[in-house]
């Protein structure tokens, strides 16, 4: 696929690009896979390119590190779980971040009014909503017949090759006998042909203009009814939807689209249904219900004493009948005369020639294409109109679905639309939405905190406005969730979300996030110090959040890298990390511009486990796990000379941190 939604590959048929562009807008990913012959997954990367380009902006230009893009990738698949079409789980999971505060505004927006409409409805309701969602897929197009295209000239075939690829048969037909050739392979034959040639006059052979060759509804009206009728079930969802809940009526998501023309193809599907049924007849099947009927009255007459010249007059009103039946005109009503009565001097049993009703077979299926062609033609050009009304019908509906989505996720996990910043990044009550998930399973209860780097409105005590922030304190107290939690409020804000705080102020900047799994996993020095690099490589302001880099080397020289990361930042970023080599950062770093925090433990349970107070405390050195290690040590000793030790050590130890300026 080309990078741009509106170039299409070059190997796409003309004719499929509304459909393509159709299916890529709704995030119809089921649908957008046959249509470019490739597989679901790749279908959805051409949706994500193709909202990156709406966008503005690429994944990788906001999110700036596989860390962050791993998070976004967690974040859509949970919100997807509630999603109930396939296509409103796509449109979770093709969401793309911006960086434009219009746009952002206006995704909010949307947000909000979702959140509303879905707070309108009782249990019941929203469970028949659901239900209508359930219904409401887009079917596979199917096709029963490939069109084949006859021409007199050569030139016009490579016209009719671009817009239709592999999609249409053409051939070259410079003689009679070469179409009635064409004709015994397939049939009905659109012969493009000028109105004063002379055509071939054989059923199954259909005459178009040439300037009908672009016109779908006249070379390929089967695809266009079947793109319809693939919809019919999600446009029979909204109309119900729109019709049976009131609360619609004071919603801008379902305001200003036609009803009464989605009713109007609904009742054009089904009258072309009602069509299509009428006329199917099987002729085979039809001649041996005749033939036995037949039979069955000759018995008859044989037994009442009736003779010949009965059973003849009997046969002639029922040939009459079948051929009005079979709808038979001139040749082919001939045709069955002939069949009827060549056999009729050999006696009973009847039986209509076989030789007679082979060739009747083959007018009969010609004409019964024809008039297939000719149907779905009529209904194609009635149904094109509404076209727009429909697309526009089912954006609404499978956007509502990912917004009821939304409002869902929201509830359950406690999230609120954040205020955008342009000078801070801080939450109240924030809160690791992966833990709330745990949560929600069962699991331990989450613990709030409130956190900001840099200058925001949220009056958190003790927390000085300074754009850099180093976070210490002892293993398992929360360092690395806070940083989760500040990674996904920022990726939430930037794709328009709520976010799990009581209250948020994000700026849209660039997220660039270093966990301390991705440097565990490198293992390397050199790959670590690269990727690091790449916070200098981009000019302008960006968020940094990064996790304890101790283990890549020596203390001592890793507190001297750190320091100088964090002292060249660009202006205006805004940036945590974590680290237990403060006191070896702490010659080589701007106390002027970066701020230092600590998470405390409270002591020990009755278990002898640590007790942490996840809440940081700003511009304080939380307690190290060596001390919090000793503590437990020696609450476990008797012996007076070893308890001794202890405390000589635990003295050292906060004698450094109360040396902390």
């Given at each position: 696929m080309n990078a741009h939604p509106d170039t299409p590959p070059a190997s796409l048929p003309l004719f499929l690009h509304d459909s393509v562009a159709d299916a890529v807008a709704l995030s119809a990913v089921d649908s957008l896979a046959p249509l470019l012959g490739i597989a679901v997954k790749e279908a959805e990367k051409v949706v994500l390119k193709a909202n990156e380009c709406a966008a503005g902006f690429t994944v990788r230009e906001i999110l700036c590190t596989n860390e962050t893009r791993e998070i976004l990738r967690e974040l859509v698949k949970l919100l997807a779980?509630?999603?109930?079409?396939?296509?409103?789980?796509?449109?979770?999971?093709?969401?793309?971040?911006?960086l434009d505060p219009d746009a952002l505004r206006k995704r909010f927006d949307d947000v909000r009014e979702g959140m509303r409409l879905h707070e309108l409805l009782d249990g019941e309701q929203i469970a028949a909503v659901q239900e209508l969602f359930a219904k409401a897929e887009i079917a596979p197009i199917r096709f029963d017949t490939t069109p084949v295209i006859a021409t007199r000239r050569r030139g016009l075939e490579s016209k009719?090759?671009?817009?239709?690829?592999?999609?249409?048969?053409?051939?070259?037909?410079?003689?009679?006998?070469?179409?009635?050739?064409?004709?015994?392979?397939?049939?009905?034959?659109?012969?493009?042909?000028?109105?004063?040639?002379?055509?071939?006059?054989?059923?199954?052979?259909?005459?178009?203009?040439?300037?009908?060759?672009?016109?779908?509804?006249?070379?390929?009206?089967?695809?266009?009814?079947?793109?319809?009728?693939?919809?019919?079930?999600?446009?029979?969802?909204?109309?119900?939807?729109?019709?049976?809940?009131?609360?619609?009526?004071?919603s801008s998501l379902l305001d200003k689209i036609s009803i009464p023309d989605l009713e109007a193809v609904l009742a054009l599907l089904a009258e072309l249904a009602r069509d299509e049924s009428a006329h199917k007849v099987n002729l085979a099947d039809t001649v041996l219900s005749w033939e036995e009927a037949i039979n069955q009255e000759a018995r008859f007459i044989a037994q009442t004493g009736g003779g010949a010249d009965d059973f003849k007059a009997y046969l002639d009103e029922a040939v009459i009948s079948m051929a009005d039946e079979l709808q038979l005109a001139g040749e082919d009503r001939d045709l069955l005369l002939e069949s009827a009565y060549e056999n009729l001097e050999r006696g009973p049993p009847f039986e209509f020639s076989r030789a007679h009703t082979?060739?009747?077979?083959?007018?009969?299926?010609?004409?019964?294409?024809?008039?297939?062609?000719?149907?779905?033609?009529?209904?194609?050009?009635?149904?094109?109109?509404?076209?727009?009304?429909?697309?526009?019908?089912?954006?609404?509906?499978?956007?509502?679905?990912?917004?009821?989505?939304?409002?869902?996720?929201?509830?359950?996990?406690?999230?609120?639309?954040?205020?955008?910043?342009?000078?801070?990044?801080?939450?109240?009550?924030?809160?690791n939405l992966f833990l709330v998930d745990e949560e929600l399973k069962g699991g331990e209860t989450v613990v709030p905190i409130s956190y900001s780097v840099g200058s925001t409105d949220l009056g958190i005590f003790g927390a000085t406005p300074l754009p850099v922030a180093i976070l210490t304190g002892a293993n398992s107290g929360g360092k690395t969730c806070l940083l989760i939690t500040l990674a996904t409020s920022m990726i939430l804000t930037e794709l328009g979300l709520p976010v799990p705080a009581e209250r948020a102020e994000i700026p849209l900047l660039p997220?660039?996030?270093?966990?301390?799994?991705?440097?565990?996993?490198?293992?390397?020095?050199?790959?670590?110090?690269?990727?690091?690099?790449?916070?200098?490589?981009?000019?302008?302001?960006?968020?940094?959040?990064?996790?304890?880099?101790?283990?890549?080397?020596?203390?001592?020289?890793?507190?001297?890298?750190?320091?100088?990361?964090?002292?060249?930042?660009?202006?205006?970023?805004?940036?945590?990390?974590?680290?237990?080599?403060?006191?070896?950062?702490?010659?080589?770093?701007?106390?002027?511009?970066?701020?230092?925090?600590?998470?405390?433990?409270?002591?020990?349970?009755?278990?002898?486990?640590?007790?942490?107070?996840?809440?940081?405390?700003?511009?304080?050195?939380?307690?190290?796990?060596?001390?919090?290690?000793?503590?437990?040590?020696?609450?476990?000793?008797?012996?007076?000379?070893?308890?001794?030790?202890?405390?000589?050590?635990?003295?050292?130890?906060?004698?450094?941190?109360?040396?902390?300026?």
């Open positions: 779980s509630y999603a109930v079409t396939k296509t409103g789980m796509a449109t979770c999971m093709t969401r793309t971040p911006t009719l090759q671009e817009r239709y690829g592999d999609y249409v048969r053409v051939a070259v037909v410079d003689s009679a006998a070469t179409a009635q050739a064409l004709l015994r392979e397939a049939y009905p034959v659109l012969l493009v042909a000028d109105a004063d040639e002379i055509v071939l006059d054989e059923p199954g052979i259909i005459s178009i203009p040439e300037h009908a060759v672009a016109d779908d509804s006249i070379v390929y009206p089967e695809f266009v009814v079947q793109s319809f009728r693939a919809k019919s079930a999600a446009i029979a969802a909204f109309v119900q939807l729109v019709t049976e809940f009131d609360e619609r009526k004071t082979i060739r009747l077979q083959e007018h009969y299926a010609r004409r019964i294409a024809e008039q297939r062609y000719f149907r779905l033609r009529d209904y194609a050009t009635r149904l094109i109109p509404y076209e727009e009304a429909v697309n526009t019908a089912l954006k609404r509906l499978f956007y509502l679905d990912f917004l009821f989505a939304v409002a869902r996720f929201s509830h359950e996990f406690g999230l609120t639309i954040p205020e955008i910043s342009s000078d801070g990044l801080g939450v109240i009550k924030g809160r997220l660039y996030l270093y966990r301390r799994k991705m440097i565990k996993k490198t293992g390397s020095f050199e790959y670590s110090m690269r990727a690091l690099s790449r916070i200098f490589m981009r000019e302008g302001p960006k968020v940094v959040l990064i996790d304890e880099l101790e283990a890549l080397t020596e203390p001592g020289a890793m507190g001297r890298i750190m320091a100088a990361l964090l002292n060249h930042l660009p202006a205006s970023t805004r940036a945590v990390m974590i680290t237990h080599l403060i006191h070896e950062l702490r010659p080589h770093i701007d106390l002027k511009k970066i701020r230092v925090d600590g998470i405390e433990s409270e002591g020990l349970d009755a278990t002898g486990n640590f007790i942490v107070d996840r809440q940081p405390l700003f511009n304080h050195i939380g307690s190290s796990t060596p001390e919090l290690v000793i503590t437990k040590l020696m609450s476990r000793v008797r012996k007076a000379k070893l308890r001794a030790v202890y405390r000589e050590i635990l003295q050292a130890l906060e004698k450094e941190r109360d040396a902390w300026p």
